[in-house]
């Protein structure tokens, strides 16, 4: 199964921006679409964002005109840029592989995350 490690999450105040990291076990260039996760405590994980291998997007509504996904298939690496941050986007951050963007179904192992915080 293709793991995958997170990255680039931390501290920032509201309105401030951070890049996340996810860099897979395996090419990505196997990996049908790659999905940014988040979870804050007592909740289900959410989907954030999903991009496919060939660069379609989609975005959750608590996402859309301030958080872009890409990947880089030669670095093996997909990236969520957060801009305009909120308070509610405080949680941790995960990545996995999906089938494809209109499915929940997932095929990867979920990783250790990245805590994004944002404070008032």
């Known amino acids: 199964q293709v793991q995958f490690v997170e990255s680039g999450g931390g501290s920032v105040q509201a309105g401030g921006s951070l890049r996340l990291s996810c860099s897979a076990s395996?090419?990505?260039?196997?990996?049908?679409?790659i999905g940014w996760y988040r979870q804050v405590p007592g909740k289900q994980r959410e989907l954030v964002a999903a991009v496919s291998r060939a660069g379609a997007t989609n975005y959750a509504d608590s996402g859309k005109g301030r958080f872009t996904i890409s990947r880089d298939n030669t670095k093996n690496t997909a990236y969520l840029q957060m801009n305009s941050l909120k308070p509610e986007d405080t949680a941790v951050y995960y990545c996995?592989?999906?089938?494809?963007?209109?499915?929940?179904?997932?095929?990867?192992?979920w990783g250790q995350g990245t805590q994004v915080t944002v404070s008032s």
């Open positions: 996995n592989a999906k089938i494809s963007l209109n499915s929940d179904l997932i095929y990867g192992t």
């Open positions: 395996t090419t990505t260039f196997s990996i049908d679409v």
